[in-house]
């Protein structure tokens, strides 16, 4: 298991939870829940946002919310 | 037959607008609630007179997060305080689902069904994937969310279906059911089960991503610089023959003048009053009108949302994020729609830093203003006008980004660092949206700041030719502010058209026009400038100190009472617009005083 913020570029991964429960509600909105497949579409810019593809939309999010999803 | 409202409730970019547009042919009107400047569009079909449409702001869930949000819930749940004499709920609610993204998409549409709201659902963005990138059964999706669903694609046949569907359909009283306690977890999983009932594939076209350019670390920011540039030099560009033409239509207008009323007051009246109020409303309308059109294909290509997240990082460092990268953009064209798309902005706290530095983004009502002082500061070299023009807007963007610091730290509340922004497909620019949002962002900037800057004009020309010309009241007013403005190496005559122009700051030029013509022996108003001397000397009165000064008082000062009011009114304070008004007035008067003092010791 590792954090969304570490995947790299293009590779596929399967979101396993949420570290920060304060963050929790926004993230899944987007659709950011446990089980659900993404797909990394960029890396961060200059430590910017990055940009994952997930329930078929490209969603950025910061790298340090990035860093509170853990992925397989 | 009695009236029937319709809501359009979609996450952003799933087609509402599109189809708005469509069913509701263009003649929209604009609402909003009262004390807010969210706004709703509302039309009748053109089918049918008794069905009334809304297009709402962009939804994401029932749970709002945007003051964008928060009103499209409201439009739903308190419809009756928008329109008045709608039931309390809207009569039916059409759910858009793009249907290369249902498994977000569905979840507003399950929640609105949960609610007890009458559904219709509408897949959107078909043509898209009209190579049968999608698939699915269709019967089945209908049977699963049991309420009637359309295909919205480019053939003729869905209008007549939507049409058919109306015909027959029989609105019916319903009552809402308490809040929906459901978490998004468990919706989501809903929402796999359904998809994997209809066997909803979706096959990955090969097609070239667009954002291994755009969002490359490297080549990324590279293309930003690089399309903000091309953005900005078309706009001036493409605008400056429509705005050669209509100052050369006004300017034949007033010549005419005399031939029509003779040479009486009332055609002094008409030709200095008159015309030169409509013509310096008119004379932005084309800048104005290109910055929006570039902002709209921006939009409709899906780019604004890839710099928003380029821009998001050097946004962090001064308490900013991605959000505020249409507001701050939007705010070279005019700061009233820029203060109204903050309401995109998620966080309390960023939404007021963001709109306190908006007035700080150089709009184009100072344009004329630096057109004017920098042509008579480079009489002879457009390439050193272009290139003030180029610092001016540079120094502002760093000011800005010191006030946003130095505000930040005053305003109360926190911030977090949270910050998310989902993308739109990249997409061909539907022109004819585009069309719709220029216009009437451009007619609401017209009938915004167009009447101050009329009754203005004309309450000016009144008092400048009144009592006397030679003794009017204009010179008393002049004489009595003039000690204010000498600091700045500026005389009584500046003084007038500066204080008018904290209405709008466009008055500036037409008010110029009107004090230096009573004396002018020359009617060309650059040549009169040129050659203006303060009262009873031989010192020039427009020397390099003084110009200087008076572009850096253009620059940093909040003279627009149209925007202090959509401040007021975005913010709900009058205390920060009051305080915005008084922090860039005394930082413009002291950094100009300085700059002069400057100036006039070197030079």
Known sequence: MYKLSEVKKKKTITIESLVNKEHEEELEILGFVPGT?????????FSGPITVMLRGARVAIRKFEAEQILVV | MSINYIALVGPPNSGKTTFFNQITGKKSKVVNYPGSTVEICIAKSIFNENLIFLDTPGLYSLKPKSDDEKISVKTLENLNSLVGQSSKNPNLVISFVDVNQPSRHLLTTLQLIDKGFPVVVMLT?????NKSKVKFNFEKLKSQLNVPVFKLDSSNSTFENIHHFFQDYSFTEYQLNSNITDSFKSYYSRIEVILNEISYTSVDDNRFDLDNVFLNPYLGPFFF?????????????????????????????NNSVPYIFSNTILAKFVSDGLINAIGS???????IAFLFFGIGLMESSGYLARGAIIIDRPLSFIGLNGRCFVPLLSGFACAIPAMLSTRNIQQEKIKLICCF???LMQCSARLPVYGLLLTLLFPNSAFKSALALTLIYLISLILSAFVAIIVGRFIPGKTNKKFNLELPEWRYPNLLNIWYSMTRQTFSFIFNAGPIIFILSIILWIISFFPSPENSF???IGKFIEPVFLPMGLDWRVGVAILLSFAAREVFVST???IFSISATSSNLLETLSFATFDGSNKLLFELPSIVSLIVFFMIALQCMSTLAISKKETNSIAFASIQFVF???????????????????F
């Not at chain 1, 993404?38 to 961060?44: D, G, H, K, P, Y």
């Not at chain 2, 963005?125 to 994937?129: D, H, L, V």
């Not at chain 2, 610089?225 to 953005?231: E, G, N, P, R, S």
């Not at chain 2, 030099?233 to 429509?242: E, G, K, N, Q, R």
């Open chain 1, 37 to 45: 497949k993404a797909t990394i579409i960029s890396e961060s810019i």
């Open chain 2, 474 to 476: 204009i010179i008393m």
């Open chain 2, 512 to 514: 110029l026009v009107v």
């Open chain 2, 584 to 602: 860039y007035t005394v930082f413009a008067y002291i950094s100009s005083i300085i700059v002069f003092k400057t100036f006039n010791y070197f």
């Open chain 2, 125 to 129: 963005m078909f043509s898209k994937s």
């Open chain 2, 281 to 287: 409303v008119v004379i932005f309308v084309p800048q």
């Open chain 2, 225 to 253: 610089i690089l399309i903000m540039l091309l953005f900005f030099y078309s706009i001036f560009s493409l605008a400056a023959p429509f705005t050669n033409l209509i100052d050369f239509l006004f300017t034949q207008l």
């Open chain 2, 357 to 359: 530095i908006i007035p």
